[in-house]
């Protein structure tokens, strides 16, 4: 009988520490997708480059959250967890990460544009 408990306890336990790891809040999207969400005035689009980078061309109306800033994990704190949140940077490694940590977070709908600004710019000129 201890064997049963101690195995449904280790199965609890899994399946426990695999829904906080679960990336299904996540979705990959291409620039078209973007575009036709972009208008919408209930999400948040954040560009996670760096000041510079952003300063050079970003996106209309997002907000940047640089990656590598100190406070970048509490910025990201401060926006709604509740609407959707499209995730940028140049080529999409920093996006994927910032993504991960918005999952983590309790973020219910997270968007990271494939290719970053750099497809984005190539494919809207």
């Known amino acids: 009988m201890n064997k049963i408990a101690f195995l449904l306890s280790f199965i609890v ?7 906080n790891n679960n990336e299904s809040n996540i979705k990959k999207i291409s620039v078209n997708e973007l575009k036709l969400t972009i208008h919408n005035s209930d999400i948040q689009l954040i560009d996670v480059r760096t000041k510079k980078e952003y300063d050079n061309g970003h996106i209309a109306n997002a ?17 709604n967890k509740d609407i959707p949140v499209y995730v940028y940077c140049k ?13 983590e977070l309790g973020f219910n ?17």
């Open 13 to 19: 336990l899994l399946i426990s520490c695999n829904t």
């Open 63 to 79: 907000k940047l959250i640089d990656y590598f800033s100190d406070d970048f994990k509490n910025q990201l704190l401060k926006l």
């Open 91 to 103: 080529s999409g490694n920093r996006s994927g990460k910032a993504s991960k940590m918005l999952n």
């Open 109 to 125: 709908q997270i968007f990271d544009l494939e290719g970053g600004y750099s497809k984005w710019s190539k494919e809207t000129e």
